[in-house]
């Protein structure tokens, strides 16, 4: 606990020398353990930069490019989205590893999006397969216990479309509309990203279920709104996460967390 402690701190002095600039998505600290998307966003999308801390450290490293979403090099125990960021958009690319070993979205990323693109590996296998058309956006077959964003992308963005397995059964269902991410109805333990999304992008729109509805988890719960409405609503439980609403063009994550994990805390800001 107190290295977690120490280690929040540095992240914390860290932080506060990033400027937020146009976009600063998701920008805010997050707390506890988790660290989840801690740190300040900069440039033109600038989601989730910063650096992260705890025993995730998830989104960890400095973004940079045109979107430099999750750019950087993760730490801790497992170590998400670790790796260098490339190309236009260049989400998450890089080679996940870490104490967990669960790879999460390693590979690189290839095309004009490429997010998440190349093998997953590991227990969770999250993000496996190869990524095809514009965005193809996790597309391919998971594998192993969760099964995170298993299935077949489609259309324009069909970010995570398919069909989801295993335990938790992250992104179940099909996505619709323009956007379309995470849409349609999870199963399992977790069922994050349940319900259906609204508005021109509507990303993780609806109310989770399973029970995750009320208590335990409750992740993205609420309604997407504005022109992207991502995460937007009110989360519950001991996670919270995307609690509070968005507001701006794209309100992405917008509102104070709460709860053990405090995740996607902060206030969001700029044109995107």
């Known amino acids: 606990m107190k290295f977690a402690l120490a280690l929040c701190a540095a992240a914390a002095a860290t ?3 990033i400027p937020i600039a146009e976009a600063g998505l998701g920008s805010g600290l997050g707390g506890a353990l988790s660290g989840i998307g801690n740190g300040a966003g900069n440039a033109v999308g600038g989601i989730g930069q910063g650096a992260g801390n ?21 730490s801790g125990v497992s170590g998400i989205g670790q790796g260098a960021g490339a190309g236009v958009d260049g989400i998450g690319q890089g080679t996940g590893n870490g104490v967990s070993k669960r790879g999460i979205g390693s590979g690189a990323g290839a ?25 193809g956006i996790g597309q391919g077959t998971g594998s192993g216990v969760s099964g995170i964003g298993q299935g077949t992308g489609s259309g324009v963005s069909s970010i995570g479309q398919g069909t989801g397995s295993g335990v938790s059964g992250i992104g179940q269902g099909a996505g619709s509309g323009v956007s379309g991410i995470g849409q349609g109805t999870g199963s ?5 990203g349940q319900g259906t999304g609204s508005a021109v992008a509507g990303i993780g729109g609806g109310l989770g279920g399973a029970l995750g509805r009320r208590s335990k988890r409750g992740l993205g719960s609420g309604l997407g709104g504005s022109v992207n409405g991502i995460g937007q609503g009110s989360g519950s439980g001991l996670l919270g996460l995307g609690l509070g609403a968005g507001n701006g063009v794209s309100g992405t994550g917008q509102g104070a967390g709460n709860a053990a994990a405090n995740v996607g805390g902060g206030v969001g800001a700029g044109i995107a």
């Open 15 to 17: 932080v506060t020398a």
């Open 188 to 192: 399992g333990v977790s069922g994050v």
């Open 111 to 135: 095309g004009v999006s490429g997010i998440g693109q190349g093998t997953g590996s590991g227990v969770a296998g999250v993000g496996a397969g190869a990524g095809s058309g514009v965005s």
């Open 54 to 74: 705890g025993v995730s450290g998830i989104g960890q490293g400095a973004g940079s490019g045109v979107s430099g979403i999750g750019q950087g090099a993760g």
